[in-house]
Structure formats: C-alpha cells, structure tokens
C-alpha cells in the first residue's frame, strides 16, 4: 500500500460545479497537509496548507483533514476553466528538519466551460 | 519577491552521461529541497540542503548528489545516467526553520535522457 493514495482522473465537471478532491494516507504521523495545483509544464504551486485535523479556507477553495480518518480534502466552489490542473496533496510529519514532503500522485482536474 | 529559479529548463543527455542541475532559492531561504517527478512514481522527494549539509534524503541511489553553496543556490548531479532517469526535477526553497514550513517550488528542469 503506498503511502498516499490519490485518484489520478481525470475528473471533468462543467464551469460552476463544485469539485471534490481526495487523498487517503496510512501513516500516522503526518501533521502537516498541502495541497499543491500543478499547471502543465510547470512546478506545483502552494494552494492550501493545514495542520492536524480541521478546515480551512481560502476565497473559492476549502480544504478538510480528517485525521481520525486519514482523510484529507480539497473542495473548489465556483470551478472555472483556469482551475483545469493537476491537483496533488502533499503531507509530512514532525520530524526536526524539513523532512521531505511525501505526495500524491495527482488529480487531473478539467473544467468545461 | 522573485520566485525560485531553475536552470536550464530543458536538457537531452545520452545514457552514461552525467548531468548538473541549478537551483537558485527566494532570496532569504535557506533550506533547497529536491524532487523528481515522473508519470509513473509521481513526485518524489532526492534530499533537502541546509547551510550547505544534506539534512535529509530520500531513497535515491548514490548516482543522485547534490551541495548548496555559501549563498543558497543549490546543484544537483547526476552521474552514470539511465533512461529511467528521465523526469522533471523540481527544486524547493524554504526558510529552513523547520517544522511546519512550506516549500515553494520552482518551474522544474525537464531532462530527457536517450
């Protein structure tokens, strides 16, 4: 079992919808949780970073840890045809030093207009 | 601010050959991380670079080194190259203050190897 799984999609909703996306883990001692957009050709970009369990938002998107679960997701209200990316979580632990951030594989997210 | 920066971007190499990569981090940060991504094994982390001393490493054999100077700025090398070593490399940079912090990653230099 990996570490982080992550449906790879591709996910395709009509502009407006609200989008969904997921990532399951099985190692515990992850506390920190990201949520990187990738554009082709590019680096991730840094959307949304949460610690331990809770919500968090920011403008059109929220992000959920539940930790209890393993479960972290990544909601988008209001999806446009700029939001078509790939989407990828990323998480790591506690550990002294900036561990190396362990990731998803990625969604593949397209927005019809 | 400037972003990080990653040169060159697009690199064609020859099995056996060796090859170094660039990383200049955001002004202030002093933590330079690593990653390679591929379509099959996703992203995945090389090492991470402090003060010039590899902190931390990922599960990458011996031919992957790397060192970061007095400034920051950070070289990865890659020796004895294989075809399976095709990928884009992304570079990280952070405060380096440890826990909690988030890397910003670079545009990647894309290296195909024939």
């Known amino acids: 079992q990996k570490e982080v799984e992550q449906d790879p999609g591709p996910l395709s909703v009509p502009e407006g919808a609200i989008v969904s996306l997921n990532c399951t883990y099985s190692?515990?001692?992850?506390?920190?949780f990201m949520w990187y957009r990738q554009y082709s050709r590019k680096g991730p970009e840094l959307l949304m970073y949460t610690y331990s369990s809770g919500n968090k938002e920011d403008g059109r998107f929220t992000a959920q840890v539940d930790k209890s679960s393993k479960y972290i997701s990544l909601f988008i209200r209001d999806s446009q045809p700029s939001d078509s990316a790939t989407y990828l979580c990323?998480?790591?632990?506690?550990?002294?030093?900036?561990?190396?951030?362990?990731f998803g594989k990625g969604t593949h997210l397209i927005i019809q207009p | 601010k400037a972003g990080v920066t990653q040169t060159p971007r697009y690199l064609i190499k020859t099995r056996g050959q060796q090859v170094t990569l660039s990383c200049s981090p955001i002004s202030g940060h002093r933590s330079v991380s690593w990653y390679q991504q591929t379509p099959g094994q996703g992203l995945q982390f090389l090492f991470e670079y402090f003060s010039e001393t590899q902190r931390n490493k990922g599960n990458f054999p011996g031919r992957f080194s790397g060192r970061q100077f007095s400034n920051s700025r950070s070289e990865m090398n890659v020796s004895t190259l294989e075809l399976g070593d095709s990928a884009l490399y992304l570079c990280a940079s952070s405060l380096g203050q440890g826990v909690g912090e988030t890397q910003y990653f670079g545009p990647g230099t894309r290296l195909l190897v024939l």
């Open positions: 190692n515990s001692a992850f506390q920190y």
């Open positions: 990323a998480m790591r632990g506690l550990g002294g030093g900036a561990d190396g951030l362990t």
